[in-house]
Nanobody
Framework: QVHLVESGGGLVQPGGSLRLSCAAS????????MGWYRQAPGKQREFVAF???????NYADSVKGRFTISRDNAKNTVYLQMNRLKSEDTAIYLC??????????????WGQGTQVTVSS
């Protein structure tokens, strides 16, 4: 029983920035990482980034250099700082907890998602 609540989505112009937050509560036993996926209209859900409990991060090539994932272990909260946003970043962003090993991430529990719209 894990509850994940995302916040921080909204409408932003191309080149702008947003910071997403995701707070986790409940039983997170066996989980060593938190991450973000996104799903745009007409596209498959895709991996964005994950971070382990120890702070190791991995990013999709499409967001490297623009997005930064971080976490506050004391608050069980993960953040996604999104800079230089592009129209193709428009999607529902979904927070999750799971297992990270090297560059591999296996999601387990998911939040409801928060909408990010990048448009003029």
């Amino acid at each position: 029983q894990v509850h994940l609540v995302e916040s921080g989505g909204g409408l932003v112009q191309p080149g702008g920035s947003l910071r997403l937050s995701c707070a986790a509560s409940g039983n997170i036993f066996g989980v060593n990482a938190m991450g973000w996926y996104r799903q745009a209209p007409g596209k498959q859900r895709e991996f964005v980034a994950f971070i382990t409990n120890g702070g190791t991060t991995n990013y999709a090539d499409s967001v490297k250099g623009r997005f930064t994932i971080s976490r506050d272990n004391a608050k069980n909260t993960v953040y996604l700082q999104m800079n230089r946003l592009k129209s193709e970043d428009t999607a529902i962003y979904l927070c999750n907890i799971g297992t990270g090993l090297g560059a591999m991430y296996q999601p387990r529990d998911w939040g409801q998602g928060t909408q990010v719209t990048v448009s003029s």
